[in-house]
C-alpha cells in the first residue's frame, strides 16, 4: 500500500523564533491526534531551520525534508547546499523542479534530472514537482507539459529508484492563488501520471508511487481532494505556516 503523505513547504518564510515555535507548535498538536500508520508527515522549512526541525523530530512523528538540492558534487559553488551535507544530517526528503525554482531560476528538466540522481544516490527521497502554467492549461497543454517533465526529470531512473521518489502535482494556476484545482481536474492528471508511470514501469510499481497534490490545499478543500483514488496526500504552501491548518489537514484521508 503506497504512503500517504502531507508536506510542508515553507518557502521563503518565518524568522528563527517564528519557526522554533511552529515546528514546536506541530510537535505539540502532534501528540493530541492519531494520525494514520499509513501517513507520512514532512515539514520542509528553509535550510537555516533544517538542523532544528531535526531535533523536532527526532523526538516526534513527523519527518523533515530541504527545499533544494544542488545539482553538483561539493565545491565551490557558493551558496550552493549539496545532498551529501543533507545526508549527512540524515534528512530523509527533498523537495526539486517546484514550479518557483523553474520560473525564477530558470531550472530545466535536464537540471532537475541531476538533482534527482544526487538525491537518489545519497538516500535521499526526491518530491519531484510538476505542473502547468495557467497560459498551458487554457490551451489543453497541461497533459504534454507534465508528460515532458515526468519524462525528461525521471525517465532515466530503473524500476527501483523511481520507487523512491513522490511526485507533486502542483498547477502553477493553483499555487498561492486560492484556486484549487477541482478534484476532478487534480485526479484526471494524477491518474495520467500514473497511467505514463505503467507504461514506463509497470502498473505494479506505478501502483508504489505517491502522487501529491499542492495548489491552495487548506483544511476546507484537502479532504475532497485526497478522496481521489490517485490523490495520495499534498504538497502544502501556505497552509503549513499554521499547525493547526497543517495538521488537520494530515487528518484529511
Ligand atoms: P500554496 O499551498 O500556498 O498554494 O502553495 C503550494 C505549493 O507551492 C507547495 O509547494
Redesign the pocket.
Known amino acids: 500500500m503506497r504512503k500517504k503523505i502531507v508536506a510542508g ?1 515553507w518557502k521563503m518564510n518565518k524568522s528563527f523564533e517564528e519557526a522554533d515555535e511552529l515546528i514546536s507548535d506541530i510537535q505539540d498538536g502532534l501528540e493530541k491526534i492519531t494520525l494514520d500508520r499509513n501517513t507520512l508527515l514532512i515539514v520542509c522549512p528553509p535550510f537555516p531551520y533544517l538542523e532544528m526541525a531535526s531535533d523536532y523530530s527526532s523526538e516526534s512523528y513527523f519527518l523533515v525534508g530541504a527545499q533544494d538540492v544542488s545539482a553538483n558534487d561539493n565545491g565551490a559553488y557558493t551558496g550552493e547546499v549539496s545532498a551529501s551535507m543533507l545526508q549527512s544530517m540524515e534528512l530523509p526528503y527533498c523537495i526539486v523542479g ?1 514550479s518557483e525554482r523553474r520560473a525564477y531560476h530558470h531550472e530545466t528538466d535536464e537540471l532537475i534530472a541531476r538533482k534527482v540522481d544526487q538525491l537518489l544516490s545519497h538516500d535521499i527521497k526526491p518530491i519531484m514537482c510538476c505542473g502547468e502554467v495557467l497560459a498551458e492549461r487554457e490551451a489543453g497543454q497541461q497533459f504534454d507539459v507534465v508528460r515532458r517533465q515526468i519524462t525528461d526529470g525521471l525517465f532515466h531512473l530503473d524500476n527501483d529508484q523511481i520507487q523512491n521518489v513522490v511526485i507533486a502535482y ?1 498547477p502553477v494556476w ?3 492563488t486560492g484556486k484549487t484545482a477541482t478534484p476532478e481536474q487534480a485526479q484526471e492528471i494524477h491518474a495520467f501520471i500514473r497511467q505514463l508511470l505503467a507504461e514506463k514501469y509497470s502498473a505494479k510499481v506505478a501502483d508504489t508511487i505517491s502522487i501529491l497534490y ?4 487548506k483544511p476546507s478543500n484537502a479532504r475532497q481532494l485526497f478522496a481521489n483514488p490517485d490523490v495520495d496526500g499534498g ?5 503549513c505556516l499554521n499547525a493547526d491548518d497543517f495538521l488537520a489537514i494530515a487528518q484529511s484521508f
Open positions: 513547504n517546484h502542483e493553483a499555487i498561492g499542492g495548489g491552495s490545499c504538497l502544502i504552501g501556505g497552509a
